[in-house]
């Protein structure tokens, strides 16, 4: 069992970057696909980025494919996301979570959810 506990949500313009973190307590973290995911308000949960505990590969949503980076360490039980190139319609409150599937590309495949972080991304 792992629970996720996210931070370095904040305020960016347009064009900036951030590093959100996402800590998860648990011997077994490093047999967990972690996810990245965000919901806006009036909007549905939808997936970000996910890395595999597997073999490391990545996947990501086509709207932020090539402009955010996951990666994780899991010598700290820790998963990034790093957002560059950020747009106002990025603005959500970004969720961490952990799967026990080597891909996992919806929230249904996920059993554990971080609170979130909120993103906001101003014009």
């Known amino acids: 069992q792992v629970q996720p506990v996210e931070s370095g949500g904040g305020l960016v313009q347009a064009g900036g970057s951030l590093r959100l973190s996402c800590a998860a307590s648990?011997?077994?973290?490093?047999?967990?696909?972690m996810g990245w995911f965000r919901q806006a308000p009036g909007k549905e949960r939808e997936f970000v980025a996910q890395?595999?505990?597997?073999?490391?590969?990545?996947y990501y949503a086509d709207s932020v494919k090539g402009r955010f980076t996951i990666s994780r360490d899991n010598a700290k039980n820790t998963v990034y996301l790093l957002m560059n190139s950020l747009k106002p319609e990025d603005t959500a409150v970004y969720h961490c979570?952990?799967?026990?599937?080597?891909?996992?590309?919806?929230?249904?495949?996920?059993?554990?959810w971080g609170q979130g972080t909120q993103v906001t991304v101003s014009s």
């Open positions: 979570a952990a799967s026990r599937l080597a891909v996992a590309g919806s929230t249904t495949m996920y059993d554990y």
């Open positions: 890395i595999s505990w597997s073999t490391g590969s990545t």
């Open positions: 648990g011997r077994t973290f490093s047999s967990y696909t």
